[in-house]
């Protein structure tokens, strides 16, 4: 292939696989959609059960990307690109495709602190979420060694993660207050998105500079020992770091 057999289609745009399969597949739901509807008013209908694709075109490969140029009628030199579609059933994706991205999940694409390369070291891997990152540290793969030293090692990737997922949901404390739970004083702190990261060490408190100890933690309730704290007649300062980047001040009025 050279490249003055691409500059001749100067009426074909380049494209990607990506692309090409992503509006094939939605075409197909379209496809399917209408069967749908048609089912309710035909009792017999067709459909297509497999299609095959064959396309000329000029694969072209910067560096980075494969895109391809479709070949014209006459053309020389182009290759032959092939597809086959079969039928996938809805068990079968429920079995083997990955579980959609939760709304407070944070996309690798989105976070502003990795470069592309990075981006795209971790997307080689199937990293594309905080979710995926967990998945893979749990399993104990060497998450830098397989992207060839590509991509920051695991403390700094959920650091990293974290900081973005406390941007799109700031903590934020409505109500505090005292309570005996087993004959023992307990400091209750109520809000949103509150202990929401799995942090060794996290969350942990000082409550007029003295340490406490975290009974309880989830995104609505943090739940302090105060045991031994006399509310006096000014208010209390309590220092509460919910994880390594987020500290919350705050004074404690009786």
Known sequence: MTTDVIARDAGNRSWNLKSFMDSLIVELDRAQDVLGVKGLTRPVTYTVKDVDVDLRCFPVFDGKQVKFVTAEPGQDGSSALRFSLGSISAGTIRDSAPQPADADDVAIDDIEELDADQKDALAAVGVRSGRDLERIAGRGVDLKSVTDNRAPDYSDLAAI?????????????????????????????????????????????????????????????????????????????????LDPLTVLTLELAP
């Open 161 to 241: 993660i974290t900081k973005a997922h406390r941007r799109r949901t700031p903590p934020r404390v409505t109500s505090a207050e005292l309570s005996v739970h087993d004959r023992a004083l307990v400091l209750h702190l109520d809000g949103e998105n509150l202990a929401v990261a799995s942090s060794a060490g996290f969350p942990a408190a000082l409550l007029d500079g003295m340490p406490r100890a975290v009974r309880d933690a989830g995104p609505d309730r943090v739940s302090l020992d105060a045991s031994g704290f006399r509310p006096h007649g000014r208010p209390a300062r309590l220092t509460l770091a």
